[in-house]
């Protein structure tokens, strides 16, 4: 059977993009595989997802990094890892102020690149070369940061990110 968001055993949501409003929309409740359906539809490859009287594309269209959403669900640090930016950190606010309001442009506290030059996600043969890229270079950042300073409840929950850009790991 189908599983709801609400029966999930940790809390959760995803982002799409809204194509009438062409707005970012929080999905954090009713059917989990169709709200993980429409984060990822990539219009050309996979198909809008149409619900609620919605039709929903993946969220990256108007947020590329929803820590916005990740607040409103309840969290109070937030660590970001994704791959190399195609656009740099100020610019993608710029782009975010556009259509997220004021309150929901919101940095990471911590921001993990992967520099993913030379290879392709939509490559089925680079697959396990970016899973093991993500990881070694998530570790070699994590390795640097102080995770209890970090997270220590004295701190502002946005608003000062740490940028880390990584180097592509060593083959």
């Given amino acids: 059977g189908h599983r709801t968001i609400e029966d999930l055993p940790r809390r959760f949501g995803a982002v799409a993009t809204d194509l009438r409003t062409r ?41 590329p990094l929803p820590v916005w959403a990740a607040h409103r669900l309840g969290a109070t640090r937030t660590i970001a890892v994704r791959l190399r930016p195609q656009t740099p950190p100020g610019a993608r606010a710029s782009v975010q102020r556009m259509v997220l309001p004021p309150a929901e442009v919101i940095e990471p506290d911590l921001d993990i690149v992967i520099d993913t030059g030379g290879y392709s996600s939509w490559s089925a043969r680079d697959v396990d070369r970016l899973v093991t890229l993500g990881y070694e270079t998530t570790a070699a950042v994590l390795r640097e940061v102080d995770l209890d300073e970090l997270l220590a409840d004295d701190l502002p929950a946005c608003g000062c990110p740490t940028d880390h850009r990584a180097a592509r790991a060593a083959s």
């Fill in 23 to 63: 707005r970012a929309v929080l999905l954090d409740s009713g059917d989990a595989a169709t709200a993980i359906q429409a984060s990822i539809a990539v219009p050309g490859v996979f198909p809008p997802v149409r619900t609620d009287g919605r039709t929903l594309v993946d969220g990256v269209l108007t947020s």
